[in-house]
T-cell receptor, first 109, second 114 residues
Framework: GESVGLHLPTLSVQEGDNSIINCAYSNSASDYFIWYKQESGKGPQFIIDIRSNMDKRQGQRVTVLLNKTVKHLSLQIAATQPGDSAVYFCASATNKLIFGTGTLLAVQP | DSGVTQTPKHLITATGQRVTLRCSPRSGDLSVYWYQQSLDQGLQFLIQYYNGEERAKGNILERFSAQQFPDLHSELNLSSLELGDSALYFC?????????????FGPGTRLTVL
């Protein structure tokens, strides 16, 4: 069946470093992708999205890269801050959203 | 604060019981979504309503049902509860029910079935 999975369950980075979180999806028909941030005790929060006709999209301190050939997307966070500590997960969409299981980003001061 | 409210925050019950989770969408949002987040399966879409009508159905069990009322709040009913139903249940809302990037999630209800 369809799946969206994350390569690394936990990522530990130093404050100020760049973070890269990866995600693989299985449905080549997926045409829309979203990254979410979920802080402890809170619901998921939209970070950035990208459509399948794009390879890269930038937001404020975040960049999403999409490689349709290998069905992979990544989230890059520049100058990671303690407030970035959270679970990050991706979702892919055709007619419904399929969510990945999440990567815990731990920022060390 | 997303503007979406969910009650209760925590719920502990026994197997075989029935519970009702409540969601109030953001002011102006017509669409409500329900999601289940468990440790082993991540976040899964259950069902969506738009202006009182069911719009989309995901992996919702027959033991579960939902509705959206005229004031746009929604309730998710879970019956004949099993241990495996223990999870976080999130509600999200959006204005038109068509744009995923405009979904705002509530804080969730943590259901524990003993």
């Amino acid at each position: 069946g369809e799946s969206v999975g994350l390569h690394l369950p936990t990522l530990s980075v130093q404050e100020g470093d760049n973070s890269i979180i990866n995600c693989a999806y299985s449905n080549s028909a997926s045409d829309y992708f979203i990254w979410y941030k979920q802080e402890s005790g809170k619901g998921p929060q939209f970070i950035i999205d990208i459509r399948s006709n794009m390879d890269k999209r930038q937001g404020q301190r975040v960049t999403v890269l999409l490689n349709k050939t290998v069905k992979h997307l990544s989230l890059q966070i520049a100058a990671t801050q303690p407030g970035d500590s959270a679970v990050y997960f991706c979702a892919s969409a055709t007619n419904k959203l399929i969510f990945g299981t999440g990567t815990l980003l731990a920022v060390q001061p | 604060d997303s503007g979406v409210t969910q009650t209760p925050k925590h719920l502990i019950t026994a197997t075989g019981q029935r519970v009702t989770l409540r969601c109030s969408p953001r002011s102006g949002d017509l669409s409500v979504y329900w999601y289940q987040q468990s440790l082993d399966q991540g976040l899964q879409f259950l069902i969506q309503y738009y202006n009182g009508e069911e719009r989309a159905k995901g992996n919702i069990l027959e033991r579960f049902s939902a509705q959206q009322f005229p004031d746009l709040h929604s309730e998710l009913n879970l019956s004949s509860l099993e241990l495996g139903d223990s999870a976080l249940y999130f509600c999200a809302s959006s204005v038109d029910g068509r744009t995923y990037n405009e979904q705002f999630f509530g804080p969730g209800t943590r259901l524990t079935v003993l």
